[in-house]
């Protein structure tokens, strides 16, 4: 979080607060949506876990507090549609991070 001083009670400053708390509102809605999504399709659960531990995995030979080299960590995704999901995970280099 970041420190900033507190906006004055003039009218555009009100206006101003009441934007970022919709656009919160908003943001904190579709999280909830993609929250419940990933909680009730097991195979995609399951995935994010896996994926999560390749990430640690990659981390853990890292010295403590530094990142000294660029990671590259190949994440497994199954298809989003059920109906697609007649074969097995595969890496997605739009979802590859380093």
């Not at 206006?15 to 909680?39: G, H, K, P, R």
């Not at 195979?43 to 994926?51: D, E, H, Y």
């Not at 000294?68 to 999901?85: A, F, G, Q, S």
């Amino acid at each position: 979080m970041c420190e900033c001083q507190p906006l004055s009670w003039d009218k555009d400053d009100i206006e101003f607060a009441l934007d970022i708390i919709q656009e919160a509102d908003a943001m904190m809605s579709d999280v909830l949506v993609a929250l419940t999504w990933v909680q009730s399709d097991t195979l995609i659960w399951s995935a994010l876990k896996k994926n999560i531990q390749r990430i640690y995995r990659r981390l853990s030979g890292q010295p403590k507090g530094k990142i000294t080299t660029k990671i590259t960590v190949n994440l497994m995704w199954p298809p989003i549609d059920p109906e697609d999901r007649h074969s097995a995970p595969t890496p997605d280099p739009l979802l590859k991070t380093g």
